[in-house]
């Protein structure tokens, strides 16, 4: 009996980690675009998607690297926050700061999220992540009125979700750190950055 509990165990947790998530694809109807996603599952046994790249679609206030030929295959577009709050395609929106608390919280939380949630290379500095999420988070960088910045050491996501009438909060990835970062930044001067739809 102690021998067949003990092969059972490991087959238990080997399946609920790969129940942990699901890779999915979706396309967006407006460009014929298409996108990895990944599903989990909350605290409360609700279903929650989420594009697995960048978004990459072309709107008045998202931008490319135009020095860089590779940046918008890598990294999709940066936007700025009035874009990006009306870039997603039909059926997904850009995630609350709560959202972004949901899916982080999922991930052992704001201390040490990032690891699991980064990408497997493109961090420069030994930064990468394990991606055991499936979620993918990539070093865009950002872009300001000097230009584009920090591409290959941060990863800056916007969200929904204003601070005050000024600003709107970020979540940060930085190469060589398992911390996520809340951040806000001004919303209407010249601040760019990446996005990830979030299913309705």
């Not at 080997?14 to 890779?23: E, F, L, R």
């Not at 979620?135 to 865009?140: H, K, Q, R, S, V």
Request: glycine share 12%; charged share 20%; with cysteine.
């Amino acid at each position: 009996m102690n021998r067949v509990i003990r092969i059972m165990i490991p087959l238990l947790l080997t399946a609920a980690i790969c129940n942990a998530q699901n890779m999915g694809s979706m396309t967006d109807p407006r460009d014929g675009q298409e996108y990895k996603t990944v599903t989990y599952e909350d605290v409360s046994g609700s279903k929650i998607t989420w594009m697995a790249e960048n978004l990459n679609y072309y709107t008045s206030g998202s931008y490319a690297d135009g020095t860089n030929e590779n940046y918008q295959k890598s990294f999709g577009l940066l936007y700025s926050w009035g874009a990006a709050k009306e870039g997603c395609p039909i059926g997904w929106h850009l995630p609350s700061n709560k959202e972004w608390q949901v899916l982080i919280d999922l991930h052992g939380g704001d201390d040490v999220a990032s690891k699991e949630l980064k990408s497997t290379q493109g961090w420069k500095k030994e930064g990468n992540g394990t991606n055991s999420s499936g979620f993918n988070a990539l070093p865009g960088g950002t872009r300001s009125a000097f230009g584009f910045e920090q591409v290959g050491q941060r990863g800056s996501y916007w969200s929904s979700s204003a601070w005050d009438d000024k600003s709107a909060w970020e979540r940060n990835f930085w190469t060589g750190k398992d911390k996520v970062y809340s951040n806000h930044y001004d919303r209407s001067q010249g601040v760019w950055g990446s996005v990830r739809c979030l299913q309705n």
